[in-house]
């Protein structure tokens, strides 16, 4: 099978329309899909994130397409989710905002004070880059206001959790068989009309498949089943169900590949794979545990330690060096302005962005830096989680440097991520004047952007966004 490079920004456009004669030609233009998958690990893949650590990939599951879009493209050891949960992630690649900033960190938040439809969104963006531009989104939403508010031409509308099978229960542990599991197929085949639609219109696209896989429920093919079931399971990763839904989605981006390949579109599409935020620390789901799925990074989903925030990402597209990798620090604000840049459109780039562009890392073989404006990033979490740490938390992340602040009682920890990716190693004490700074600059910026502080007594389930102060 044939692969060229790709860049991945997944979004739908099937049923794409004639418009006005093109500012420029349609090759001069790239495309982007992003393919953004829901709750996997950054060891959730065969592909090691991190060259030379081999707990950086699955000692079980096996993505053999995302194995080949890490050979034509380039790893990123040191990507991140701009939260730990869905919603504000999900929010904070469209913006190019902070979920702090945006004042939205916790799923199932009243979004009504964001105005939507005024934002600059990346559809947005791209079609003042050039109006011939067309948008779609397939698979979960998870966001207040409908694709269309966010300037996507097709979608599924504004779908949940609850549209890709999830049921709320203890039998989300519990592995079914579909024949469609977690919409892989439909999301699939959605994104594939699109690329069909716009390759006949001859019009640039950006197309974002938010896929419902991994998240529970599990739910996978009787095939994929069965051949799992048959292979040897690994000491860290060994649920049967949970593998043969890797496979499911793995399928997805290889057939995505071989439609870019077939309408030829490789040469001037820009794909980007990237999880929403990072996987769950366990299976089935119990409260304590001994060791996290993710090791060796700590915790999992919920929390702002590097479990819930460090996600796979794979880039590939023109002028990506084949089998490239960096550990350049990148997270979700980020892609916005990337994309802007790599579209010709960092004047069309909104203000208050929190997010920077690294299209020259794709560009120069990963080196080089990010130039964001600030020099943190912030990843905001001030409330009480019992299925996670418990405790109102923002850590604030700065060269190596990452720092966590605890809001009940101002405790404050240290870690060298370079030299300490599983943060073993409390340094706060030993560098009391990178902690004392740290702790400035984050209180500073969740001061200056006027975010949700917490209180006593808030909670995951009962932080509506009226009930928040600002810090101060």
Not at 8 to 35: H, Q, R, Y
Not at 43 to 54: C, D, E, I, K, Y
Request: glycine share 10%; charged share 20%.
């Amino acid at each position: 099978m044939k692969y060229n490079w790709i860049a991945w920004v997944v979004i739908g456009c099937a049923g794409c329309t004639s418009m006005t004669a093109p500012e420029k030609s349609f090759n001069d233009l790239p495309n982007f899909i992003v393919m953004l998958v829901d709750d996997q690990a950054w060891n959730g893949t065969s592909v090691r994130m991190l060259p030379g650590m081999a707990e950086s990939a699955s000692d079980f599951h096996q993505t053999p397409h995302l194995d080949s879009l890490a050979s034509m493209g380039m790893r990123f050891s040191n990507a991140r989710a701009s939260a730990p949960v869905c919603a504000p992630s999900r929010y904070s690649i469209q913006f190019g905002k902070s979920p702090a900033r945006m004042r939205l960190i916790r799923v199932g938040m009243d979004a009504g004070h964001i105005p939507h439809g005024q934002w600059v969104s990346i559809a947005k963006l791209l079609r003042n880059v050039d109006s011939t531009y067309v948008a779609g989104h397939f698979g979960k939403w998870g966001m207040g206001a409908s694709p269309e508010t966010f300037g996507f031409d097709e979608s599924d509308g504004p779908t949940k959790n609850y549209d890709g099978g999830f049921v709320n229960d203890k039998s989300q542990w519990e592995t079914t068989t579909k024949e469609d599991p977690k919409k892989i197929l439909h999301v699939t085949e959605r994104a594939s009309q699109f690329l069909d639609s716009c390759a006949k219109t001859r019009q640039p696209f950006y197309l974002q498949m938010s896929h419902y896989a991994v998240h529970s429920s599990i739910e996978t093919t009787t095939s994929s089943l069965e051949t799992m079931a048959i292979a040897s399971p690994g000491e860290r990763h060994k649920h049967v169900g949970f593998a043969a839904m890797t496979q499911d989605l793995d399928e997805s981006l290889g057939q995505i590949m071989k439609k870019l390949d077939e309408l030829e579109l490789m040469d001037n599409t820009y794909l980007i794979y990237m999880s929403d935020n990072g996987g769950v620390p366990n299976i089935p789901g119990a409260k304590k545990y001994t060791q996290s799925l993710n090791h060796p990074l700590q915790r999992g989903k919920w929390d702002a330690m590097e479990g819930g925030l460090r996600v796979p990402m794979v880039v590939a597209g023109p002028g990506v060096e084949p089998g490239s990798h960096t550990i350049c620090p990148i997270w979700g604000a980020d892609l916005l302005p990337t994309i802007a840049s790599l579209a010709g459109g960092t004047h069309h780039l909104p203000d208050s962005l929190d997010g920077g562009s690294f299209s020259n890392l794709l560009l120069q073989g990963g080196t080089g830096k990010v130039t964001r404006p600030y020099d943190g990033m912030a990843f905001h979490v001030p409330y009480q989680n019992k299925i996670a740490l418990n405790r109102p938390h923002s850590a604030w992340i700065s060269g190596d440097f990452k720092l966590l602040y605890f809001h009940d009682d101002g405790e404050t920890r240290l870690y060298d991520l370079q030299a300490d990716i599983g943060e073993q190693h409390d340094l706060a004490e030993s560098l009391p004047a990178v902690a004392e700074r740290m702790s400035s600059e984050l209180l500073g910026y969740l001061h200056e952007v006027s975010a949700p502080r917490w209180q006593e007594g808030i909670t995951w389930k009962n932080a509506p966004f009226r009930s928040f102060e600002s810090i101060h």
